[in-house]
Protein backbone atom coordinates (compact mmCIF):
# COMPACT_ATOMS: atom_id res chain seq x y z
CA UNK A 1 0.00 0.00 0.00
CA UNK A 2 1.10 3.58 -0.77
CA UNK A 3 0.34 6.67 1.00
CA UNK A 4 -0.45 10.13 0.16
CA UNK A 5 -0.58 13.27 1.84
CA UNK A 6 -2.79 15.61 -0.43
CA UNK A 7 -2.14 19.35 -0.30
CA UNK A 8 0.73 20.07 -2.47
CA UNK A 9 1.80 16.55 -2.75
CA UNK A 10 -0.48 15.07 -4.90
CA UNK A 11 -2.77 18.71 -5.38
CA UNK A 12 -0.56 21.70 -6.16
CA UNK A 13 -2.07 23.66 -3.72
CA UNK A 14 -5.05 23.46 -0.52
CA UNK A 15 -8.39 22.67 -1.63
CA UNK A 16 -9.93 23.70 1.46
CA UNK A 17 -8.71 27.48 0.64
CA UNK A 18 -9.58 27.07 -3.01
CA UNK A 19 -12.95 25.77 -1.87
CA UNK A 20 -13.44 28.47 0.25
CA UNK A 21 -12.81 30.83 -2.68
CA UNK A 22 -14.69 29.28 -5.06
CA UNK A 23 -17.86 29.41 -2.28
CA UNK A 24 -17.21 32.91 -1.72
CA UNK A 25 -17.46 33.74 -5.43
CA UNK A 26 -20.69 32.20 -5.65
CA UNK A 27 -22.00 32.71 -2.23
CA UNK A 28 -20.61 37.06 -1.66
CA UNK A 29 -22.28 37.61 1.57
CA UNK A 30 -19.32 34.84 2.60
CA UNK A 31 -17.17 37.73 1.96
CA UNK A 32 -18.54 39.37 4.67
CA UNK A 33 -19.66 36.66 6.92
CA UNK A 34 -16.50 34.45 6.91
CA UNK A 35 -13.31 36.03 5.12
CA UNK A 36 -12.68 38.99 7.19
CA UNK A 37 -12.61 36.32 10.20
CA UNK A 38 -10.29 33.62 8.34
CA UNK A 39 -7.83 36.39 7.30
CA UNK A 40 -7.10 37.39 10.67
CA UNK A 41 -6.87 33.89 12.11
CA UNK A 42 -4.58 33.29 9.29
CA UNK A 43 -2.57 36.65 10.81
CA UNK A 44 -2.89 35.31 14.30
CA UNK A 45 -1.32 31.76 12.82
CA UNK A 46 1.54 33.22 11.15
CA UNK A 47 2.53 35.21 14.24
CA UNK A 48 2.47 31.98 16.17
CA UNK A 49 -0.98 33.29 18.51
CA UNK A 50 -2.72 30.51 16.87
CA UNK A 51 -2.36 26.94 17.11
CA UNK A 52 -3.29 24.84 13.72
CA UNK A 53 -6.11 23.06 14.89
CA UNK A 54 -7.85 26.80 16.01
CA UNK A 55 -7.17 28.26 12.33
CA UNK A 56 -8.49 25.60 10.88
CA UNK A 57 -11.33 25.44 12.77
CA UNK A 58 -11.80 28.54 11.70
CA UNK A 59 -11.01 28.01 8.23
CA UNK A 60 -13.51 25.17 7.90
CA UNK A 61 -16.55 27.19 9.33
CA UNK A 62 -17.94 28.64 6.20
CA UNK A 63 -18.53 25.15 5.25
CA UNK A 64 -21.87 25.55 7.93
CA UNK A 65 -22.96 28.63 5.16
CA UNK A 66 -22.94 27.05 2.17
CA UNK A 67 -26.82 25.56 1.91
CA UNK A 68 -25.85 23.97 -1.95
CA UNK A 69 -22.66 22.37 -0.43
CA UNK A 70 -22.98 18.96 -2.51
CA UNK A 71 -23.74 20.90 -5.39
CA UNK A 72 -20.85 23.15 -5.25
CA UNK A 73 -18.00 20.69 -4.16
CA UNK A 74 -18.60 18.32 -7.12
CA UNK A 75 -18.94 21.45 -9.21
CA UNK A 76 -15.44 22.52 -8.00
CA UNK A 77 -13.75 19.40 -8.42
CA UNK A 78 -15.28 18.89 -12.13
CA UNK A 79 -13.40 22.12 -12.62
CA UNK A 80 -10.55 21.54 -10.58
CA UNK A 81 -9.98 17.36 -10.93
CA UNK A 82 -7.27 18.17 -13.91
CA UNK A 83 -5.11 19.66 -11.32
CA UNK A 84 -4.21 16.21 -10.03
CA UNK A 85 -0.26 15.81 -10.16
CA UNK A 86 0.56 13.89 -13.64
CA UNK A 87 3.16 12.06 -11.71
CA UNK A 88 0.77 10.76 -9.15
CA UNK A 89 -2.03 9.42 -11.67
CA UNK A 90 1.09 7.91 -13.77
CA UNK A 91 1.56 5.13 -10.53
CA UNK A 92 -1.39 5.23 -9.36
CA UNK A 93 -3.44 1.88 -7.72
CA UNK A 94 -6.38 0.52 -6.44
CA UNK A 95 -5.06 0.22 -2.81
CA UNK A 96 -3.49 3.78 -2.78
CA UNK A 97 -4.69 5.73 0.46
CA UNK A 98 -4.70 9.65 0.91
CA UNK A 99 -4.39 10.56 4.42
CA UNK A 100 -5.13 14.38 4.65
CA UNK A 101 -6.18 17.14 6.79
CA UNK A 102 -8.08 18.78 4.65
CA UNK A 103 -12.53 17.91 6.02
CA UNK A 104 -13.30 14.62 5.05
CA UNK A 105 -16.22 16.07 3.10
CA UNK A 106 -13.96 17.49 0.78
CA UNK A 107 -11.71 15.29 0.10
CA UNK A 108 -13.83 12.36 -0.23
CA UNK A 109 -15.40 13.36 -3.81
CA UNK A 110 -11.91 14.05 -5.39
CA UNK A 111 -10.50 9.89 -3.82
CA UNK A 112 -14.04 8.73 -5.15
CA UNK A 113 -13.21 10.12 -8.53
CA UNK A 114 -9.72 8.23 -8.12
CA UNK A 115 -10.80 5.27 -6.93
CA UNK A 116 -8.94 5.34 -3.85
CA UNK A 117 -9.32 5.18 0.16
CA UNK A 118 -9.39 8.33 1.96
CA UNK A 119 -8.32 9.60 5.73
CA UNK A 120 -9.07 12.73 6.42
CA UNK A 121 -10.35 15.53 9.36
CA UNK A 122 -13.81 14.52 10.20
CA UNK A 123 -15.92 17.68 10.67
CA UNK A 124 -18.98 18.31 11.51
CA UNK A 125 -20.85 21.11 8.99
CA UNK A 126 -23.58 21.10 11.54
CA UNK A 127 -22.21 21.75 14.39
CA UNK A 128 -18.82 22.86 13.29
CA UNK A 129 -16.56 20.88 14.88
CA UNK A 130 -13.68 18.68 14.38
CA UNK A 131 -15.58 15.19 15.54
CA UNK A 132 -12.15 13.62 16.20
CA UNK A 133 -8.41 14.31 16.24
CA UNK A 134 -7.07 16.55 13.17
CA UNK A 135 -5.44 14.53 10.31
CA UNK A 136 -2.64 16.07 10.90
CA UNK A 137 1.33 15.29 12.10
CA UNK A 138 1.80 12.34 14.65
CA UNK A 139 -2.17 12.05 14.41
CA UNK A 140 -1.57 10.70 11.18
CA UNK A 141 0.71 7.59 11.85
CA UNK A 142 -1.32 7.02 15.18
CA UNK A 143 -4.44 6.36 12.68
CA UNK A 144 -2.47 4.15 10.46
CA UNK A 145 -1.23 2.42 13.93
CA UNK A 146 -4.44 1.88 15.76
CA UNK A 147 -6.51 1.21 12.99
CA UNK A 148 -4.23 -1.78 11.99
CA UNK A 149 -3.20 -0.72 8.43
CA UNK A 150 -1.23 -2.89 5.98
CA UNK A 151 2.25 -1.93 6.19
CA UNK A 152 3.17 1.16 3.90
CA UNK A 153 5.52 0.43 1.26
CA UNK A 154 5.84 4.19 -0.13
CA UNK A 155 4.83 7.41 1.72
CA UNK A 156 4.66 10.99 0.14
CA UNK A 157 4.10 14.61 1.52
CA UNK A 158 5.21 18.12 0.78
CA UNK A 159 5.37 18.70 4.60
CA UNK A 160 8.65 17.59 7.42
CA UNK A 161 5.48 17.54 9.69
CA UNK A 162 4.55 14.28 8.61
CA UNK A 163 8.18 12.90 9.92
CA UNK A 164 6.15 10.38 12.09
CA UNK A 165 4.32 8.82 9.83
CA UNK A 166 7.14 8.82 7.30
CA UNK A 167 9.09 6.72 9.71
CA UNK A 168 6.89 4.55 9.53
CA UNK A 169 6.80 3.42 5.99
CA UNK A 170 8.91 1.28 3.65
CA UNK A 171 10.09 4.73 2.03
CA UNK A 172 9.30 8.22 1.84
CA UNK A 173 9.30 10.55 -0.70
CA UNK A 174 9.17 14.36 -0.17
CA UNK A 175 7.41 16.06 -2.98
CA UNK A 176 8.25 19.81 -3.64
CA UNK A 177 7.65 22.35 -6.47
CA UNK A 178 4.22 22.97 -6.18
CA UNK A 179 3.54 19.09 -6.34
CA UNK A 180 5.81 18.24 -9.26
CA UNK A 181 8.80 17.24 -7.89
CA UNK A 182 9.48 14.08 -6.27
CA UNK A 183 12.63 13.47 -4.11
CA UNK A 184 13.54 10.95 -1.19
CA UNK A 185 12.77 12.23 2.00
CA UNK A 186 15.65 13.79 3.67
CA UNK A 187 18.32 12.77 6.42
CA UNK A 188 17.36 15.63 9.20
CA UNK A 189 19.96 17.08 10.91
CA UNK A 190 19.61 17.97 14.88
CA UNK A 191 18.58 21.21 14.14
CA UNK A 192 15.94 19.93 11.94
CA UNK A 193 14.62 17.48 13.92
CA UNK A 194 14.06 20.22 16.88
CA UNK A 195 12.16 22.31 14.16
CA UNK A 196 9.91 19.49 13.45
CA UNK A 197 9.20 18.78 17.18
CA UNK A 198 8.83 22.06 17.73
CA UNK A 199 6.17 22.12 14.58
CA UNK A 200 4.42 18.98 15.98
CA UNK A 201 3.62 20.58 19.27
CA UNK A 202 2.32 24.11 18.53
CA UNK A 203 0.63 23.13 15.07
CA UNK A 204 3.23 25.00 12.81
CA UNK A 205 3.86 23.25 9.17
CA UNK A 206 6.71 23.47 7.91
CA UNK A 207 8.14 22.70 4.45
CA UNK A 208 11.26 21.95 3.11
CA UNK A 209 12.03 25.48 2.03
CA UNK A 210 10.98 27.11 5.29
Not at 1 to 7: G, H, K, T
Not at 91 to 96: G, Y
Request: proline content about 4%.
Amino acid sequence: MNAYDFDGTIYPSNCTIGFAIWCMNRHPKLWITYAPRAFISAVKYKLGKMQSYRLLRELYSFLLQVDDFDMQIERYWDKNERRISLWYLKQKKPDDLIISASPSCIIEPIARRLGVSFVASDYDRELGVLVNNLMYAREKSRYIIDHGFPVIDHFYSDSLSDTPLALCAEQAHLVTNRARTVKDWPELDEATRKRIRKEIDTGWTIHLDD
